[in-house]
Every structure is written in C-alpha cells, then in structure tokens.
C-alpha cells in the first residue's frame, strides 16, 4: 500500500477502479487545517486527466506495472516503432497514443515501454539527451555572461532555448522531461 503522503511522480496505482499514473503532487501544508496532497493523475487507460486532493494517511495499492527497455527504431508519421532488444519482437505505437515526449529523442536510442496487463500506456524516454544543435543564431563573442537565451532547433526537429553563446553544430545536454538545456557535451 502506498500512502499519499509518499506520492511521487510516474507512480501508478488502483483507484476507485481504475489504474491512475501521478503526473504531478504537492503537499501542502496550510497555516489552519490539516495538511494534504494535491495531485494531477492520469487514467492510464484512457488517458484522461484528472485533479485530486487527498489526506497523507490515505492508502491505495500498488499497480502492477511492467517497464520494458526497448530501442526506438524510426517514426513512419503515423507512429513510432520500437523492438524489445530480448526478443527482436516489434511494435508499433501510434503518435496519439504517446503525445509528443519522443521529439527529444533520436532513432536507435533505448526508451521505457510501460505496460499495464499487456497493453501499452505509456513510453518513458531516457532522462537526459545529447543533441546537435541544427540551426540557431550565431553566437557573439562576449555573449557568456547574461543570462539571455534564443531558440535552437536540435537534430530530431524539436526547439529548444539555449544561451545566446550555443552555436550551430555544437551537442548539448537536454532534460527529456522539461525539455530545458542543461550543458554543453
């Protein structure tokens, strides 16, 4: 049983019926009352979103999930391919199915497939990316000290701010859950 005072996001969990996956929590603690979990959770079957508050000492059970590691393999516009690396078996999701998390992630790398009773609900990509930088302004010598940034657009066809000294050609280091640079590789 997992309490709601330890919710943490990417877990998922049986809920009135239904598997729900914590997109986001916050405990919040008001200066009168008692405290309590706010949260964002999605039905992983339907993806649907929902809002929730919840006392901490509520406890839900866990769900079963599976996360299988797999290599992505091309994106043919309709959905994404990917093969489980174990078996070389193939499958193919479609875009809606995903939302766009995969526009940071280049062919033939290794993402999470998550599954709930052998049905796909959701794909984990890998926490961090090294990425070209395609087509940006071109940067200014002396340009390193503000804390200013312009728009660059990486090798898999996603915009990204980067500072103003990021030049075309250069890898940088991408967080695939915010989608915000980190460094230079």
């Known amino acids: ?15 009135d019926n239904t598997v729900v ?23 992983i079957i339907n993806g649907g979103v929902m809002e929730k508050t919840f006392r901490p000492t509520e406890k839900f059970p866990p769900a079963h999930v599976d996360r299988i590691d797999m290599q992505y393999l091309y994106d043919d516009g309709d959905s994404y391919c990917f093969m489980n690396n174990d ?11 995903i939302g766009d998390i995969m526009k940071f992630v280049k062919e033939n790398e290794v993402c999470k497939v998550c599954l709930y009773n052998g049905k796909v609900f959701s794909v984990e990509p890998p926490q961090k990316v090294i990425l070209e930088v395609v087509d940006t302004e071109p940067g200014v010598k002396g340009d ?29 280091i991408i967080v695939t859950e915010t989608g915000k640079y980190e460094s230079r590789a």
């Open 87 to 97: 078996n070389f078996e193939q499958i193919s999701l479609s875009h809606d199915q």
């Open 144 to 172: 390193t000290a503000t804390g200013s940034s312009k728009p660059a657009k990486v090798e898999t066809g996603a915009t990204v701010m980067v500072p103003l000294f990021v030049n075309i050609g250069d890898k940088i």
């Open 1 to 15: 049983m997992i309490s709601a005072g330890e919710f943490r996001n990417g877990v998922t969990l049986e809920m």
């Open 21 to 43: 996956q914590i997109v986001e929590f916050q405990h919040v603690k008001p200066g009168k009352g008692s405290p309590f979990v706010r949260t964002k959770l999605r039905d």
